[in-house]
């Protein structure tokens, strides 16, 4: 009876989800590389010719180049900087019609400006809303539909899938582990005919995928559902009893001018000169406050310092870094990593890869067995 429900439910949530499983399985394989691929496919961008020898421009100086490059309306608003001197900095604008239907009416624009931050020189500007990487970003997190309605089926369908993932061990399990059939539990035989064989793939590749295939699916939720993410780590502080330790504050020496930014950013990228990757969120003038980003390691969110000051009494507020967090705010700052694959660098992208790629060969398999059973059902009433 069980196995029954189990295999009802199986099936009905795997045909309602099944190609939104397989589309965030393919661009989920994509986007596992995307850095990597970006630096391969678009040097010219990314690369510098000449690696910088002085110091960058001020990053005022800076943004206002990139803002002249952009038509009318459009601003910048985040920079991404690298303090690698063969590095290019990377000028972000973007604003979105949160309500609007289909990607292309979601952004209302997206850019990026590339420019040479010892030179001045723009190097690119790169229309986001129709590059490739992107577009498989955007797939898979809302079927390019728009926020509004892709978003939701995106987090519903991953919600089917992690239950679809714990229904499917309940039908693999082998009734008789004493069997002498248990090998095809773990391993096809590939002589039998290719519904046999079809069949046995779906079962034995659903097995081999179903940690790491929840482990992604998990964490997908907790981007689809921020509440969800903020439960699951509160309930494991009070599992550990943790409490945020904010990073005793040290004075950086900052010399302060007439542009805040300029000066913090200035001392950060000399004190951190091997760190991956900067980000700022670019506030409006009359702003209290702003926030610079360090990322450790240019490939993996969760090794960060955060650095928060107030604009107005020119001081350091607080430093929030990766080690000083509870071990719920680091199973959020971990996230993005686990999702991805990044968290061990490119043993864990390769393993991620072949996940997603198992994941996506589900619904294949999984509707091709539902086809072949109709057909038998149909030809059995005849």
Known sequence: MFKT???WLHKWMGILSGIVVFILGITGCIYTFHDD?????????????SPGQAQALSLSELSAIANKSLPDGEKVSRVDL?????????????????????????????????????????????????EFFQLMLQLHMNLLLGKKIGHPLVAYSTVLFVFIM????ILWWPKRWK??????????????????????????????SLILGLLIGITGLFFSFPA?????????????????????????????????????LSNLLKTYPNSGMMSIRLRKEDAASFDIQIRLEEQKTNKFKWYYFDKKALTLDKVISHDKQTAGERLGSLNFDLHTGNIAGWPTKILAFIISLFCASLPVTGYIIWINKSKKRVKRRI
């Open 37 to 49: 691929l970006k630096l391969i496919c678009y040097p010219q961008k990314y690369i510098l010719v």
């Open 166 to 169: 714990l229904t499917g061990v």
């Open 5 to 7: 429900v189990s295999l």
């Open 179 to 208: 069997s002498n059939k248990i090998s095809r539990s773990f391993w096809p035989k590939w002589s039998v005919n290719w519904k046999r064989l079809n069949h046995d793939l779906h079962n034995i590749i659903g097995f081999y």
């Open 228 to 264: 969800f993410k903020t439960w699951a780590g509160d309930q494991l502080d009070k599992l550990t009893s943790g409490s945020t330790a904010i990073e005793k504050i040290e004075p950086l020496n900052i010399q302060w001018g007439n542009n805040p930014l300029d000066d913090a």
């Open 82 to 130: 690298f303090p690698a001197k063969n590095r290019s900095w990377i000028f972000r604008a973007q604003a979105t019609d949160e309500n609007a239907f289909g990607h292309w009416n979601y952004y209302t624009y997206s850019k990026r400006v590339f420019v040479n931050p010892y030179t001045g020189e723009v190097l690119a500007i790169e229309n986001s809303k129709t």
